[in-house]
């Protein structure tokens, strides 16, 4: 046997108050334009107004490719978007729009069809937000980790000291191919004696605290080449805090380190010269003057 409950003329009204509510509340948060199945405009909110700088009488009865670039608009890509729309599919993305006289601004936006009764789309609503301010944020990020990548040579590992990544430059300095380290640990570019120090386990203890450390270290590249790199071993932190990957830049200072221990030892062996001769001066008699000592 089964039950049928029917609903109540006030259990329909409090549906009625609750949906009016959640629409109120999306109006409020959120950037919201109506189209009809071929693109015109029917209505638009103040959030979305705002986005593109428009009033609504403005847009209100236009097609949506006013807000498009003349290309975008004519693109094969964009009679299909309205195609699939029209047969009641969902869309969502981050999208590059036109505000008022050109404004170029990204919008990370749904396009949700709406159905009538009987299950046919007749009209589409867009929720956006404005995300252009993050997206020249993302691209300024971007555009500095491309230059710090063309300039320095750079390794990531995790807090057990295992590679996770490294460019080119960092593979170029060292004479390895990616597969060859990648999951290696970071003692397959020190020497054996410094592996097995205390100052080894400190420097690895200290940058699993989140501790930062600089210097210039002498590194073993592939077949045992020594070098010297200036570098910065930099802990990397989630949201919440802790350290969970250590990326380190670095240069190839082993020409000029090089150089230096040569001058060095020039300077050395010079000064020992000239204390020889001073010394050597010391033990010469001194005697009065036109008084020659004979041969």
């Known amino acids: 046997m089964s039950t049928t409950i029917e609903s109540t003329p006030r259990d329909r009204a409090e549906l009625e108050m609750d949906l009016h509510s959640l629409m ?8 919201m334009i109506e189209f009809d199945l071929e693109g015109n405009i029917l209505r638009a909110n103040t959030n979305f107004l705002d986005c593109v700088g428009y009033r609504l009488d403005e847009v209100q009865g236009r097609h949506h490719r006013m807000f498009c670039t003349p290309e975008h608009a004519s693109s094969v890509e964009y009679a299909t978007f309205w195609e699939k729309l029209g047969k009641g599919a969902f869309d969502e993305g981050q999208y590059k729009r036109l505000g008022k006289n050109g404004r170029e601004i990204w919008l990370q936006a749904t396009y949700n069809p709406v159905f009538d009764e009987q299950g046919n789309p007749f ?11 993050q997206r020249k944020t993302n691209a ?5 980790v491309a230059a710090i990548d063309r300039s320095q040579s750079i390794i990531e590992f995790d807090l057990n000291g295992r590679v996770l990544n490294a460019n080119e430059n960092f593979l170029k300095v060292l004479g390895y191919r990616l597969d060859e380290i990648q999951g290696q640990h970071h003692r397959m570019f020190c020497e054996d004696d410094y592996l097995n120090s205390p100052a080894y386990r400190a420097f690895w203890a200290k940058l699993e605290r989140g501790e930062y450390d600089s210097g210039e270290y002498k590194r073993i590249g592939k077949n045992g080449r ?38 060095g030892d020039r300077a050395f ?5 000239i204390r020889s001769d001073r010394q050597g001066a010391a033990c010469q008699p001194q005697l009065p003057c036109g008084i020659r000592l004979r041969p």
């Open 140 to 144: 300024e990020y971007e555009g500095k």
């Open 123 to 133: 009209k589409v609503v867009k929720f956006a937000t404005d995300v252009t301010q």
């Open 226 to 263: 020594e070098l010297w790199i200036s570098a910065t071993y930099n802990p990397i932190f989630d949201p919440d805090g802790r350290p969970y990957k250590v990326v380190k830049f670095a240069n190839d200072v082993t020409e000029s380190r090089v150089r230096r221990q040569g001058d």
């Open 24 to 31: 109120a509340a999306i109006d409020r948060s959120q950037a």
């Open 269 to 273: 062996s010079g000064g020992y010269r």
